[in-house]
């Protein structure tokens, strides 16, 4: 009987506890949901105005009331991709160095370093790189790029701080910490009789990191990467400072671009009429398609990785 009774009452709270989460997860939902419909709703004049035209065509002139998001998304796509070239690889290096060759007493501090960049508002990289770096940029890299690979292409251009290429690198900044941190907790959680065991049939160090301490941690990595994504292509602040803000497409990363986030943030407070007002809530649309069509791309690219590595 009393057994009977404990068993009851743990029922009742699993019971209670699943509806719990049931609820918490189904918010999750709704927001998104709720999200996309408002989107959507609000959005409808430009949609109808422009069609798909909004999405290829490249003008944006507010007084004519003509607006077209090309240049938005090829400079957020852009930008965005810099960032993950240069943070992904930098953060996986600088993970594996604090979790296997550092020692823990000096790694320790150099984790809560990162950890500490990772706190820092996105307004206050957006200033450094708008009054420090853009300038470094203009007398130093950009002049030697253009040395180096001439002044044609991605390097074509007069050499003025801000533009593409900046703009990637703040972000590269900004999401650097945020990867590193999750991939530098995805090592320390690999077992150590793991690697013992492969130290012990006579793997070298890089060995032992490429193959059993990566391998084993495979999926953090991933998520890290996509975390970095994530902040890295919703980023507004820091981008709005040194990207330059011109509706122009150009293939020079030197060239003064925008994002959908630095031209939501610039316009949205002058869009008086209802179709500006209508068309820059569409690039917010457009941004958050953007957003779940990468994170459902990413997830299939990420299971066909796993099975051809064997990892489960």
Request: proline letters at 4%.
């Amino acid at each position: 009987m009393r057994m009977f009774k404990e068993t009851s009452t743990q029922n009742k709270w699993d019971t209670f506890f699943k509806i719990i989460t049931m609820i918490g997860a189904a918010v999750i939902l709704i927001i998104m949901a709720a999200l996309f419909v408002e989107l959507l709703q609000s959005s409808e004049l430009s949609i109808r105005k422009f069609g798909f035209k909004f999405l290829y065509s490249n003008i944006w002139d507010p007084i004519r009331q003509v607006f077209g998001a090309a240049s938005s998304i090829y400079g957020t796509l852009v930008s965005t991709f810099i960032a993950m070239v240069i943070a992904v690889p930098l953060s996986l290096l600088i993970a594996m160095f604090l979790v296997e060759l550092m020692p823990k007493s000096v790694s320790k501090w150099i984790g809560m370093a990162i950890e500490l960049l990772a706190a820092i508002p996105s307004i206050i990289y957006g200033m450094w790189g708008l009054f420090v770096f853009a300038p470094f940029m203009a007398d130093n890299v950009q002049p030697l790029l253009k040395n180096v690979f001439g002044d044609i292409g991605l390097f074509s251009g007069p050499p003025i701080g801000i533009g593409m290429l900046t703009a990637g690198i703040i972000l590269a900044f900004m999401i650097l910490p945020f990867i590193t941190a999750v991939m530098r907790d995805v090592f320390q959680m690999v077992p150590a009789v793991v690697k013992e065991s492969a130290h012990g049939m006579g793997s070298t160090l890089w060995e032992v990191t490429s193959r059993v301490t990566v391998r084993y941690g495979f999926q953090g990595v991933i998520g890290a990467a996509f975390l970095g994504l994530g902040r890295a292509i919703g980023e507004t602040m820091a981008v709005t400072f040194v990207i330059g803000n011109s509706h122009r497409i150009s293939a020079s990363l030197f060239s003064p671009a925008n994002s959908i986030t630095s031209t939501l943030a610039n316009e949205f407070a002058e869009a008086s009429e209802p179709v500006y007002l209508s068309a820059l809530i569409e690039l917010g649309l457009i941004l958050f398609l953007l957003t779940v069509i990468i994170q459902i791309l990413s997830r299939m690219w990420l299971k066909k990785v796993k099975k051809s590595i064997g990892v489960q």
